[in-house]
């Protein structure tokens, strides 16, 4: 089946088939449909390899998840395929563990497919200048920026949260009930990503309210996932009890939290309160209903798509969009009793 | 950036590159190693559109996924990008709501992108030969197989566990546990998907122990989603508690089923025991810990995948692998006590 079946099967020249197949507007509506169901109906598929090759590049757009298995990246995903989809892009995911380099897997992926950008799902916050320009191609950090890199800022787009402030938010959460044992819930402190931000907002919140930070309350979990959660607060609990409040990073890791606590025989929010940053659909059916400040996870995905189109198609250079969480209220966070 | 820079900053014929670039064997290790590394300095990208024109198609993998945002699907996925990367294939991932028809969309995806195979996660079993030959490309049903349809056997391969058999199984765990009022939640008894055979497994299961079906314990959500299983056990329980268990078809409908006995005051498995089939990471860390069959999940991509290869190469014929699920026990399941 071949362009020149399509048009002798409607009687049109191979020409209009052509202009339907590149989205022309000098094409009538009548003959496009006419085109358009002939295509359908013989099954013909454009060969694309054909018009690849007279634009530089392919139509795909790549994206990166670092930690894929994190239930609050799926609806960032969607969103940003179906943006691609609209855009006549492909989106080509590639997913890599929560600790992997996900620069050196964007550069793999560049050079073997034919990509024209790319958006990091999840990812740190130190790129290098040189990193970047192994890139080669015009990218977006979704979830990240770059605090403790050396990237100019016109040379990356971003869209994210801000992480200390964010972080600082959800500490005061539990600093305004009261509560001044308050842990932290992370992978590490020196994560140089969304970790080690959102801890320097918990200090800067315990700071401000007179709280001296107890290292012990400092839960490092190093690797970023539920099990390694929930091991890293059993392992404390089995030690001491000796604590009312725990912010947790991410909401999985706050599940696996409560989760830990229940074990250990205590009751949330009565014994321990817990607070964490997310706002993905499972923590709505956790009992008791997770308390988090919910990212705007749809927006996101759009966002990092429209950035790198206007990007890609030389409307605006790069930019940097910042968004906020909203409360997500829950039944987890209380006034603490001791 | 072209070939040619590349053979000239390796001082290495243009052939030898392309050789490095095709994984032809007869280039020595060394050689190899400097073009590699080369590529990687000179942050060269291969012009696969030039390739693709000598090949007939292009090397990419399509995977449907009806309804991602069941968890379920994560690990079947990353299964399936590692294992399609592996082979040289990229996976365009295309994602439709629970609803949605996802031959319609596979065969909108085989005309818009270049593809190989493809896969569908999650889908109806009732695939007709034509809609079949509207895709033209071989394809593997992962987690569905085509009961309803009268497509032949030859036509398409599948991974899928025996749903019947499975929801027998999973009914079977609470009437051996002295339960008679039992309820399965699911989202259609007429999808012609999951649901429908899992549905005639229970009511086997049921039949086998002398149990009448009471289709007031048929709770249809319409819609395969944790807010639609939540509303409808919630509407349930407002008119009657007279329920001693539940089969849920996934465990994100167990999860909330948990939820909406939980704040109708009901206790799990005091008063209702909940079963279900999937074993989702997160069913781990709810309390109680669900009581589930579970399914395979990376064994069932990485079957879709291999399968496809073989077709694609010649190697053998369409194929139909059954896997089995494995019980895992949880604290969702308890004796009848009425």
């Known amino acids: 089946m071949t362009i020149k079946d399509v048009a002798a099967y409607c009687d049109v020249a191979v020409s209009t088939v052509s202009r339907v197949l590149n989205n022309h507007p000098d094409v009538s509506e009548d003959t496009c449909a006419k085109v358009l169901a002939a295509i359908a109906k013989l099954n013909y598929i454009p060969n694309n390899s054909a018009r690849d090759l007279v634009t530089p590049q ?35 995911l590639h997913q890599i563990p929560a600790g992997a380099d996900e620069v050196a897997a964007g550069a793999e992926l560049v050079r073997s497919k034919r990509l024209r950008g790319l958006i990091f799902l999840g990812g740190r916050f130190d790129y290098s200048q040189h990193e970047a320009n192994a890139l080669g191609i015009p990218f977006v950090c979704c979830t990240n920026t770059n605090q403790f890199g050396d990237l100019e800022k016109t040379a990356y787009s971003s869209v994210s949260i801000d992480d200390f402030a964010e972080g600082f938010k959800a500490t005061n959460l539990l600093v305004q009930r009261g509560h001044r044992r308050i842990a932290i819930l992370l992978d590490s402190v020196t994560d140089h990503s969304v970790s080690e931000l959102r801890y320097a907002g918990y200090c800067q919140a315990l700071a401000d309210a007179g709280i001296p930070l107890d290292t012990s309350l400092v839960f490092q979990t190093v690797a970023f996932s539920m099990p390694a959660a929930f091991e890293r607060v059993s392992a404390y609990l089995a030690q001491s009890q000796d604590v009312t409040g725990i912010f947790a990073v991410a909401d999985t890791m706050a599940i696996a939290a409560i989760k830990a606590l229940h074990n250990a025989g205590l009751h949330v929010p009565q014994d321990v309160s817990v607070v964490a940053i ?4 499972m923590s709505l059916y956790t009992i008791p209903t997770l308390t988090t400040l919910s990212q705007p996870q749809e927006t996101m995905g759009e966002e990092a798509v429209s950035i790198l189109l206007d990007v890609l198609s030389g409307t605006s250079p790069n930019r940097h969009v910042r968004l906020e969480t909203t409360l997500r209220e829950g039944e987890t966070l209380g006034v603490c009793k001791n």
Chains 1, 2 share one sequence.
């Open 58 to 92: 392919g139509d795909s757009i790549g994206v990166v998840v670092r930690g894929a298995e994190n239930p609050f990246f799926t609806p960032v995903i969607r969103a940003i395929e179906a943006r691609c989809e609209l855009a006549g892009y492909t989106m080509v």
């Open 278 to 281: 997310d706002g993905i659909e």
